[in-house]
């Protein structure tokens, strides 16, 4: 008996063995690609400033997040003017949308009027 045991526990520690390799080639770690692109958006402070300066400052977000998006290859080159011109439209109606709802909290005042 004492020798089926050892036979045994040998058969085991050989089934064990061979199927180590299989095991170990199942996890083998797979190239990873990474590619930094640049940020596509960008976010404008609004909150007590002067209306002209945060148009200025969305046309400018617009026309670089637009620029990112051309060297990101998210869309052409002929397209640029077009997603500008969408992205600063699409700022400014939030804005003024903004700005009839809480006009106090934008300019920092409420106007009082005598009339």
Known sequence: ????????????LAVSAAALPAFAQGNQVTPLDVTAKAPTSIA???R???QAAVRHDIRVAADTVCSNAV???DISFVDRG?????AAD???HQYAAYVRT????????IVLSAR
């Open 1 to 12: 008996m004492p020798n089926s045991r050892i036979i045994a526990a040998l058969t085991a």
């Open 44 to 46: 404008v402070q609004i």
């Open 48 to 50: 007590g400033r002067d």
């Open 71 to 73: 060297d990101n290859r």
């Open 82 to 86: 077009w997603c500008a011109d969408r």
């Open 90 to 92: 699409k700022a400014n």
């Open 102 to 109: 809480f006009a106090f909290a934008a300019s920092g005042y």
